[in-house]
């Protein structure tokens, strides 16, 4: 069963902020939200996480609902190579649980 | 963050013939890694769970006979597929755990039977 639910593309101009919805409604407490990326051929690439808080780093922000029934991943200055195809993950933070990727937004980043 | 690679990152062989996928951690030990693939269009999909000493566990409908991994040291594991046939080149993707639970992911073996 899918744990999270994503759009199935997005697309955003170069230099403008991608906002990047999932829904994970049936999020258990001891699950974070994960967040991943997979440029064409190449491995996924960790993005950041998050429990219930709100994250930022060098790469994005994490914005989570008070309920944590949804998240929102944002670039704030996206760049064509942001162009990738982003997973959001719903994982329970600890005893090395596998990653269950869905099928991902498709995000087009233009000029 | 921690370094995944892996080895091949191409490899086309001959129907019947088996090949040899390496993962390693190349700056941390993992107890844990695992074992993707990924077909053209699609999401990665988890094969096994491979823990270090220990047999691997399977996800269902994968053979277990047919995917061949070992995980003899704390910084290697590998994926061996015998018998390949045409429908199982796809793209096949490690990642690795550290000791605090965060997962890299290596660069895939892109693996062609003809």
């Known amino acids: 069963d899918a744990k999270t639910t994503q759009p199935t593309s997005m697309d955003c101009a170069e230099g403008r902020a991608a906002n990047l919805p999932c829904n994970h409604s049936t999020i258990s407490g001891n699950e974070y939200v994960y967040w991943y990326r997979q440029i064409h051929s190449q491995g996924p690439q960790y993005i950041i996480h998050g429990l219930k808080n709100n994250e930022t780093n060098e790469m994005a922000s994490l914005i989570i609902t008070e309920d944590r029934k949804s998240s929102t991943l944002i670039l704030p200055h996206a760049t064509l190579r942001d162009t990738a195809v982003y997973y959001c993950?719903?994982?329970?933070?600890?005893?090395?649980?596998?990653?269950?990727f869905g099928a991902g937004t498709r995000l087009t980043v233009k000029p | 963050g921690a370094v995944v690679s892996q080895h091949p990152s191409r490899v086309i062989c001959k129907s019947g013939t088996s090949v040899k996928i390496e993962c390693r951690s190349l700056?941390?030990?993992?107890?844990?890694m695992f074992w993707y693939r990924q077909f053209p269009k699609q999401s990665l999909m988890l094969m096994a769970t491979?823990?270090?000493?220990?047999?691997?566990?399977?996800e269902q409908g994968v053979e277990k006979d047919k995917f061949l991994i070992n995980h003899a040291s704390l910084t290697l594991s590998t994926l061996t597929v015998t018998s390949a046939h045409p429908e199982d080149s796809s793209f096949y993707i490690c990642?690795?755990?550290?000791?605090?639970?965060?997962?890299?992911f290596g660069p895939g073996t892109r693996l062609t039977v003809l």
């Open positions: 990642s690795a755990s550290t000791l605090s639970n965060e997962q890299f």
């Open positions: 700056d941390f030990q993992a107890t844990t």
């Open positions: 491979s823990n270090e000493g220990s047999k691997a566990t399977y």
């Open positions: 993950i719903v994982r329970v933070g600890y005893n090395n649980n596998d990653m269950r």
